[in-house]
């Protein structure tokens, strides 16, 4: 097995299509992570490393932000799990010899997979004005940069500061504490493009913007709805929470245009039954609804509720609820035959859907992307949050809200303060314990910064972690704005796409990850991390650092923040001495942490209160847990034209490809294809095994294509299509995005196809 990085840059890859299994995980999950393992980092850094994974004393697991079983035993084995984990622990190199060998344009040529494999950056690196190669920078040099340009700028707001949702709980509240005491609210994050309208419908409806169970009560659900969300590649530890609720009595509904394997059947890595044996059925219910159908379907269930003797639970609804007149009004007058049609089912499944629903005395709805990158998607989770409220659903052990969230600290970060619209109560408790103003006035999420990019009101645009450029919808739109950056940082841990369109000057500043151990002057230190319940922990890296010469996230912000910020009281060089000096401000301004450093030092760490959950209080402006009455929206698609999600593959963390397999879809050796149902594709006029250009329509008439797809036959809902983003961002229309969130529209892009030549497939 070869630990060097693939040589050639597939020019064009070749998937080959198989039958796709119907089980997740058992025996071939283990050889596929052992497999990726080895080739990053060898075999003896591999049981060294993969060990310590989400253990008491070890490292939270960067892959995604579904909790920990029980910290005490031994790892939960998931695969993908170890694929994250070893494209961080690679022992490849990306040295200043590599940049001196690959000009600018060079890199500008290749695929994100090639970047990604080339393995951990090493030395901070600086672009010239008009150069054509990036060349080593001291570290002292390069921030003092960066502090110039933000110091010139005609105002704070003129600067951007993304981040993706790996960084820590300690690095988030340090970048944007320089960043509010620099004086701006410049703040997008990854969660724009995620679970934004999962947060702003709650918030609205709940008063809290996160999800309401712990993985107890998915252990004591009698009913959980599984809706636009595929465990068994992106949170594959879910399975385990699912399959244990399966053998308490649970029964399961998943909602999805795609049959995916991984709900279908579990087979359980950690024992001889899932190994060896056929598996655990997880699905009762499958409904295979239609792009976008979901907020129709969850309006019948409601309809359905409503209208049946007894299903109401009405001591729950007078006592805690606000809007239920209105509800109920709008859920009678709903037209059932134009609302079915929408959701693409028939009735007997969603009667079906609804029998198991009334039979459930706990229910709990999980969901992920395929919720909240639609248009409606904010009203589409409004509609959830009604059917949970009617049944009394929320505030009980075994049901409530469950958004499954992606990066492993995703929702710590936003809890730190990372946050384009922060909450008053938030800017004042900042104020007040670090004695200064901070802007009031709300800053860009991610959408709105492209535009100020393109338009020339941003000029410096500066990220903690993430690949903004390939993960953002609107690939061209989204270059162009990069390219007119006066200049770009990225504190990275990998190469990536995002290094390579840059600003007139770039500077690629190289970090620790989570697997490394991470020693400043006061001591070895170790960060904390939020999981998607809630659930705040330590994570304490182990393997020696990719590199003696990098530094860790609140060590880069904290000598950032020194030069940009000469006159502040902020003790930013204590802070990188010591996190438990961060902790103890954190504990002093964000809820929920009071006594921060003690309580993290017990095994497990600590839960983080949330009213509606734990005493079925409602923060909100009611007071109370408000229903919403809207009109059922979907996409309507013109003749001829199909609705295109965009998703992930088994082989990829986001924009970080792992390889060009999709074994649980039976898709190997590319990613360059499109899933089609067979009918659509022969009403199409599109063969089997084509080549296809996908173009999307927008409403203001322009188009976006991309080029030389292989039509795959999928037994998806009729009329949808699917593609891996982010080949397929370039589709994505900018001002394509959710109502409220802004979250752009991944998964419903109307597109047309187009047969090519062979000879025109591309990268
Ligand atoms: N291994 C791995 N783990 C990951 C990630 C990764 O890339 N790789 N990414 C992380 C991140 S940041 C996130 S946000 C999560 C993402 O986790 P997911 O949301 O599971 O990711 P997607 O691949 O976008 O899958 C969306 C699912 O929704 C379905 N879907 C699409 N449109 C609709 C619709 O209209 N209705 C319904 N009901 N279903 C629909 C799709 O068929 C697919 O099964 O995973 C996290 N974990
Ligand atoms: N079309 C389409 N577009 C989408 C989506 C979709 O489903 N469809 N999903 C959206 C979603 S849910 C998300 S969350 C975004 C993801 O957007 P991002 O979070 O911006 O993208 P990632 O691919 O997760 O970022 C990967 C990079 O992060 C860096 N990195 C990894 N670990 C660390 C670390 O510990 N520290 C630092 N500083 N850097 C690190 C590496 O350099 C790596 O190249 O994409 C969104 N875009
Ligand atoms: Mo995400």
Redesign the pocket.
Known sequence: MSRRPPAEDPAQDSPRVGAPPHAAAGLPAIGHALGTAHRQMGVRRTALTLLRVNQKDGFDCP???WPEEDRRHTAEFCE??A??VAEEATTRRVTPGFFARHPLSDLAERSGYWLGQQGRLTTPMYLAEGDTHYRPIGWDDALELVAGELRALGSPDEAVFYTS?RTSNEAAFLYQLMAREYGTNNLPD?SNM??ESSGSALTETLGVGKGSVLLEDLHQAELIIV?????G????RMLTALEKAKRAGARIIT????P?AGTERFKNPQNARGLLGSGTPLTDLF?Q??????QA?FRLLNKLVVETEGAVDEEFVAAHTHGYRELVDTVRETDWQSTLAATGLSEEDVRAAFEMVRASRRTIVC????????KHSVATIREVVNLLLLRGDIGRPGSGVCP????SN?QGDRTMGIFERPAASFLDALAAEFGFEPPRHHGLDTVRAIRALRDGEAKVFVAMGGNFVAASPDTQATEDAMRRARLTVHVSTKLNRSHVVTGARALILPTLGRTERDRQAGGEQFVTVEDSMGMVHASRGRLAPADPGLLSEPAIIARLARLLLPDSATPWQEFERDYDTIRDRIARVVPGFEDFNARIREPGGFTLPHAPRDSRRFPTATGKANFTAAPVEFPRVPEGRLLL??????D???T?I?GLDDRYRGIRGGRRVLLVHPDDARAQGVAEGGLVDITSEWRDGSTRTARGFRVVHYP?ARG?A?AY?PETNVLVPLDSTADTSNTPT???LVVRLTPTEETSGER
Request: aromatic share 6%; hydrophobic share 25%; net charge positive.
């Open positions: 892959g995604c932000a993908n799990g694929k994250a949702g990854c995620c679970h809706a636009g969300q595929n465990p590649t992106n949170h594959p909602v999805n245009p795609l995916e409904l609804i239609r792009i976008g159908g979901d379907l969901w992920a992307m395929g919720l909240t990158q639609h499954v969230r992606g990066h995703v999600q965009t998703l992930r593959s088994h990829q963390y986001n970080t792992y998806t949808c699917a983003y991944s998964k419903s």
